[in-house]
């Protein structure tokens, strides 16, 4: 983390930072005449002209097309070779197409994808999940939304309770329920909300994060099935839980009848077994999707063995496949190939101890480029996660964190790096690091900020 420079803050000079905007515009439009061109081909067969709406989000008029991925490094088609620091927003934590991955979803692609049986991967993998992340019971979907959903679900189907309660700002995939957020304390659809089936306040509680007091007082209504949360936020710029918070609100939850989901697609990040095992936590719920299987569709969810009992005990043979949870592909024989694999050879300890040291020269590299521009910024890290946020300390809650963002100021910095070869994700500005990243890619965005950053405060 950063440590402000009393006195030397700099506010941004905003016609200053429109100069310099437009002049890296023209710069990308003119590197990338074939992504362009594309692009343009797509609006006659794809909505928006992109095969999903995220993509029109990032910082140049268009976005660059692929050419081909490996490792931490991409092409696009006009030839430029990125590092890349978005790693799919995550999917590709791993790396793109690590060899063993890919040679185990070959290997199954010629020996079945999906049966709708289990393979003998299933079995390897649960065991694995539990070891990992104290769980004792598993079951698979194609993403990690759908994971939440079905947890969800049990929540409610155990605990008779319509609610769930999620923090302001949170993201958890396209659920619902969590499309939610605060604005002057009232809850109400969040910003952007597409079609929300009904407002959400109907269907959820929505606090601050590091708020123990709101916390328990939205709890004590006693009609939450379960917090669905991320035990880091991630979402939003990162946002660390104070010492011994967690500890506190699992307490808070039991005491009021509801469960623990923890969502933990990003924040495994934090090491193998994600933020749970590292600090010892016990939800009674546990999602996990995106890296999983090295990028190829998957997400899973584990329960403890009460939930497992009480869920189990619930669901009839008969309509076991109109109940509303699970799917024809999940589960598929491919996924779990690739799970299996994965988890096996590729997010393993030793592969943590390469990412995490590289994602802390990523923070040093930006809190002293931060610290000698004098911007009022921070940097922080989560595991082998960073981000800088445009405001001098770190945020406590969502709601903190997200009035700290500055749509203009993250567009220049993101197509800044983009035009010398660096690829962060569209939203905020979050890094990350992968087994084959090296220290020379982290060098080179540390080279690339510094300037950008000399050229905003000059
Ligand atoms: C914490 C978290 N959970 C769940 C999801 C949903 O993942 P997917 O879009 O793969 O379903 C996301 C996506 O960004 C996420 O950040």
Redesign the pocket.
């Known amino acids: 983390m950063s440590t402000p420079v009393p006195g030397r803050q700099k506010s941004i000079d905003r016609i200053r930072l429109r100069s310099l905007m437009s002049s890296e515009e023209q710069k990308f439009v003119a590197e990338h005449p074939k992504s362009a061109a594309l692009y343009e081909r797509a609006q006659c067969s794809l909505l928006g002209g992109v095969p999903m709406n995220w993509m029109k989000k990032w910082a140049g008029k268009f976005p660059v097309f692929v050419a081909e991925a490996h490792g931490a490094h991409f092409t696009d088609v006009d030839g430029h070779e990125y590092v890349d620091l978005c790693l799919g ?3 590709a934590m791993t790396g793109h197409s690590p060899a063993v991955a890919a040679e185990a979803i070959a290997r199954q692609a010629q020996k079945g994808i999906t049966l709708m049986l289990p393979t003998e991967d299933a079995l390897w993998v649960g065991e694995e999940l539990a070891r990992r992340f104290g769980l004792p019971y598993w079951q698979f979907t ?7 959903r079905f947890s969800i679900r049990i929540a409610r189907e155990i605990t008779g309770r319509p609610k769930i309660l999620v923090y302001n700002h ?6 619902d329920e969590s499309f939610i957020s605060l604005r002057d304390g009232v809850a109400g659809p969040r910003r952007g909300n597409i079609g929300p089936p009904v407002n959400p306040a109907e269907t959820t509680r929505v606090v601050e994060f590091n708020d123990l007091d709101a916390l328990d007082a939205a709890l004590a209504h006693r009609d939450v099935a379960c917090i669905l949360a ?1 035990p880091v936020m ?2 939003v710029g990162i946002v660390h839980p104070d010492p011994g918070y967690w500890q506190t609100a699992i307490e808070l939850a039991h005491r009021h009848g509801a469960l623990l989901l923890f ?5 495994i990040c934090t090491g193998p077994g994600g933020y749970t095992r590292e600090h010892a936590l016990k939800p009674d719920l546990f ?1 996990i ?2 890296p999983i299987a090295s990028g190829l ?1 998957a ?1 899973t969810y584990g329960c403890s063995a009460e939930v497992a009992e009480q869920i189990t005990r619930r669901i009839q043979l008969e309509d076991c496949d109109t109940g509303g949870i699970g799917g024809t592909l999940a589960g598929n024989a491919l996924s779990l190939a690739a799970m299996r694999a994965t988890l096996q050879h590729v997010l393993t300890p030793a592969a943590f101890e390469h990412m995490i040291p590289l994602a802390k020269r990523f923070t040093d590299g930006v809190a002293a480029a931060i610290s000698a521009s004098g911007l009022p910024w921070h940097v922080t890290r989560l595991g082998c996660r960073a981000e800088y946020l445009f405001q001098p300390h770190p945020p406590r809650s969502g709601g903190e964190a997200a009035a700290a963002a500055d749509f203009e100021l993250e567009r220049f910095m993101h197509l800044y790096a983009l035009n010398r070869g660096i690829l962060l994700t569209p939203f905020h500005n979050m890094a990350l690091v992968s087994p084959a990243t090296t220290s020379a890619d982290i060098d080179r965005h540390t080279e690339v900020f510094a300037s950008a950053v000399r050229e905003l405060a000059s």
């Open positions: 927003d995550t999917g194609l993403t990690a939304t759908d994971a939440n949170c993201y958890h995939g396209t659920v991320e991630t979402n969502d933990e697609t990003h924040t999602v999707g995106k569709p997400g």
